[in-house]
């Protein structure tokens, strides 16, 4: 399983800042590298698989809120960037914004449910690469 660096995802940040606007600066760069790390600990140490990887990529990076603007895009991005560097396309609806924000205000969606919806989606996904 291949895994983003730390410029990969501040990549990432500019370019949804880019895209979309707001802020581009990173706030907490240490939120970022343990963020970033929690995915490769799940795999290592949970033998964890392709979609829980990249629900823990989205769900940490949310959480950490590491940059100034756009960190529940930047946490979705980086979860889509890593499925597609791994091997799957994943094309996610409008739903996945809603999602996204209820992670990240601690409402009802926890990391294990995040996984569970990246697994399904991936499941229903016919455009794997």
Known sequence: MLFLSKQEVLDIHAKAIGEFGGSLGLRDEGALESALAAAEQRHFYENADLA??????????????????????????????????????????????DIMVRVAADETMQRADLSRAFAARMANDENVE
Not at 84 to 95: A, C, D, F, R, T
């Open 52 to 97: 829980t990887c990249a629900a823990t990529y989205a769900f940490h990076l949310s959480k950490a809120h590491a940059f100034v603007d756009g960190n529940k895009r930047t946490a979705l991005l980086t979860a889509l960037t890593f499925l597609k560097l791994n091997g799957h396309s994943l094309h996610l609806g409008p739903e996945w914004l």
